[in-house]
């Protein structure tokens, strides 16, 4: 990872994780203390200070940490485990959802997809009763409960990658898939 100084235009610092892996989202915990890291290689979400730039835990979570995305009263982090550690999969792999509780910084519970499958990236509806994901090698998209977890999927096209749920509350992108400020 590397921390830049936007005003000045700085490398600050750079921290190597460590497992060897693949990080592929990044999300802030809502008292703004701690960055919450994806990684596909190493199965889980590593836990960085953002001031001290230094890894403070490791959780783990499935196969094929993917994508973040918070719940809408900042209490839960929504995991997509993607089931492979691969940008090429078969379908029906062991994708599943685990949800963090933010307090604890622990896994309270882990969603499986039945019949295997692969979620990667989507939000959560404005009002925090759905996540919407795209099942890359399934060619569907999840509507998953946040409520109970139960998992509806919709077929869609070839390896659906990436899903946008808007609106979403905030006034600015930040990038990716709806993470607004």
Excluded: C
Excluded at 35 to 53: E, P, Q, S, T
Excluded at 87 to 115: L, M, N, Q, Y
Excluded at 133 to 142: A, E, H, I, K, Q
């Amino acid at each position: 990872m590397v921390k830049i100084d936007l005003v000045n235009h700085q490398v600050l610092g750079y921290l190597r994780l460590t497992k060897r892996g693949m990080p592929q989202d990044i999300r802030i915990s809502p008292d703004g203390s701690v960055f919450y890291v994806a990684d596909m290689h190493a199965d889980g979400v590593y836990l960085v200070d953002g001031d001290g730039f230094i890894q403070t835990d490791f959780i783990p979570t499935g196969v094929g940490t993917h994508g973040l995305y918070p719940s809408r009263d900042a209490t839960k982090l929504y995991v997509a485990n993607r089931g492979s550690h691969s940008t090429r999969a078969p379908p029906h792999g062991r994708g599943s959802v685990s949800v963090i509780d933010f307090a604890t910084r622990a896994v309270e519970k882990t969603w499986s997809i039945p019949g295997g499958g692969s979620p990667d990236m989507g939000n959560v509806t404005p009002d925090g009763k759905r996540l919407w994901l795209s099942g890359r090698f399934d060619n569907v998209v999840y509507d998953i409960d946040t409520a109970t977890g139960e998992v509806r999927s919709i077929p869609v096209g070839l390896e659906p990658h990436g899903l946008t749920v808007w609106p979403q509350p905030g006034r600015y992108s930040l990038g990716h898939t709806g993470n607004m400020r």
